[in-house]
């Protein structure tokens, strides 16, 4: 019976990098979100903090848990803090932009229910919303790609300090190509650097795919080797 239930002990999942990682997201997130909208406030009154309202700010203030509460909601229904952000692609942005839409949408709606007993010339201005976000949907979106920016410029790194990188030629530009690209540009695993694609489509000669540039067709196979 000791034995069993120390087994089940050691089987219980503790905190995983995956978990840290979601927990730093969400503090991020309600401390962006409430400064995206004081920061709207900023820029509505002429970047001057002294020019702001006294009761604007009483409305942000008033507005601030509820607000973060339904903000949060949204993220983890848009399972903005279950994705694999590192081979984040457009999938995962459009989520995260719906998901700063309807944070838009709930900071209306809480803001006139907040302030429904305030004077009309007390509520906040249109300004607030749009600037406010604006700004959120920057730092939302921005935080989470960046850290795939990040793994890539990273990689690019380690293979430009890499004496001897093996050059890989990609044979054929379309979604599998660019799929065998983005892995090999991201892959910290795969010591290659693609250096050309080939295609036969006349239309994508000349062009880039994922950065790469495509050379020819299977005729130029040989003197792009």
């Given at each position: ?83 694999l952000w ?5 999938n995962e ?74 050059n890989v ?57």
């Open positions: 019976m000791m034995n069993s239930s120390m087994s089940n002990r050691k089987k219980r999942p503790g905190l995983t990098k995956g978990h840290l990682i979601s927990f730093a997201l969400g503090a991020f997130d309600v401390v962006a979100i409430n400064l995206a909208y004081l920061f709207a406030l900023w820029f509505r009154f002429d970047c001057k903090a002294s020019q702001i309202p006294l009761h604007f700010l009483d409305g942000w203030l008033r507005c601030a848990p509820a607000f973060t509460i339904v903000t949060l909601l949204i993220f983890i229904l848009l399972r903005l803090y279950s994705s590192q081979f984040a692609g457009t942005l459009v989520r995260a932009v719906l998901a700063c839409v309807l944070s838009l949408v709930a900071h209306i709606i809480v803001s006139r229910i907040a302030l429904l007993s305030a004077p009309v010339i007390w509520r906040m201005p249109v300004s607030y919303f749009a600037i406010g976000g604006v700004l959120e949907t920057f730092a939302v979106v921005g935080i989470r790609f960046s850290y795939r920016l990040l793994r890539l410029l990273l990689h690019r790194a380690d293979i430009a300090d890499d004496s001897q990188p093996l030629m990609i044979i054929g530009g379309g979604d599998a190509g660019r799929m065998i690209v983005n892995e090999l540009n991201h892959s910290h695993q795969i010591r290659r650097r693609v250096r050309c694609v080939i295609d036969d489509d006349p239309k994508k000669r000349g062009r880039f795919l994922c950065g790469v540039p495509v050379v020819g067709g299977r005729d130029s196979i040989m003197s792009a080797a």
